[in-house]
């Protein structure tokens, strides 16, 4: 893996783990920051590794975007750098891996917008989550894209019309996260979490996943038309043939990738 500045990235048998190391910025995201973290997700989608996790150093997890790099902008300046964000999300989603944020302390702004990139999230009892630009002066407008597609409209309008925080129990409830544990368990309910939803075949989920995110925002008819076509055309690959007949000669598939 490359050396950074802004974070650390750390590989151990099929899982990459992405810390955000701006501990001393709440790990904020500036462009540099925001340039790195591209970077690790593109060269770790080049791997045959299977999972990562997204994690961040010090006390919280991610404080949104640095405005001590965007107070200094011009619109096209600003333009960039949430083109560049928008950039890091959409990687997330569509990188082979399964993503897994761990989430701990404050995930605020562009910070929470990181969690509902995520494919899951794991959050501390002692996270919190917010958009708080709804009670300042700059509206989180891009963090809530998929915050929305997350939670639904109204619990999106609560959190971006308030801007308060709500906690880690409220953000289950709300299906931000998929879990929330006790602090001590984090790392824990992380890596178990990720074991199961990295079985199987990895071209396979690979597919899987890029096509759920291609169907998710669109009409059904439009939705089942790309998921049955694609189905169709995965039933003929190595892996789904291999899965098939392990199930029909009761073993143990022997996944070809």
Not at 36 to 49: I, K, P, R, S
Not at 113 to 129: E, Y
Not at 197 to 221: C, F, H, I, M, V
């Amino acid at each position: 893996m490359a050396e950074y500045e802004h974070i650390l990235v750390k590989r151990d048998d099929a899982t990459v783990t992405i810390t955000m190391n701006r501990a001393a910025r709440r790990n904020s995201l500036s462009e540099a920051h925001l340039a790195e973290l591209l970077a690790a997700f593109e060269e770790t989608a080049a791997t045959d590794a299977t999972g990562v996790v997204l994690a961040g150093a010090g006390p919280v997890f991610s404080a949104g975007h640095d405005f001590g790099d965007v107070a200094s902008r011009d619109l096209e300046g600003v333009r960039r750098l949430l083109t560049l964000c928008t950039r890091l999300m959409r990687t997330m989603e569509s990188v082979p891996q399964v993503v897994i944020a761990r989430v701990h302390g404050l995930a605020t702004a562009a910070g929470c917008q990181l969690v509902a990139s995520c494919d899951l999230a794991v959050a501390a009892a002692s996270a919190g989550f917010a958009l708080p630009g709804g009670k300042g002066g700059w509206f989180c407008h891009t963090p809530a894209v998929p915050v929305a597609r997350a939670i639904g409209r109204k619990r999106l309008m609560e959190l971006a019309l308030t801007g308060d925080v709500i906690d880690a129990a409220t953000a289950l409830e709300w299906g931000l996260v998929n879990r929330v544990v006790p602090d001590e368990d984090l790392d824990a309910a992380v890596a178990e979490l990720l074991a199961r939803a990295t079985r199987g075949s990895r071209a396979s989920k690979a597919l899987g996943k890029q096509t759920l995110y291609a169907q998710l925002d669109r009409p059904e008819a439009d939705a089942y038309a790309i998921a049955v076509e694609v189905m169709a055309a995965a039933s003929q690959t190595p892996s789904a043939r291999e899965g098939m007949a392990s199930f029909l000669e009761k073993r143990k598939p022997e996944w070809p990738d």
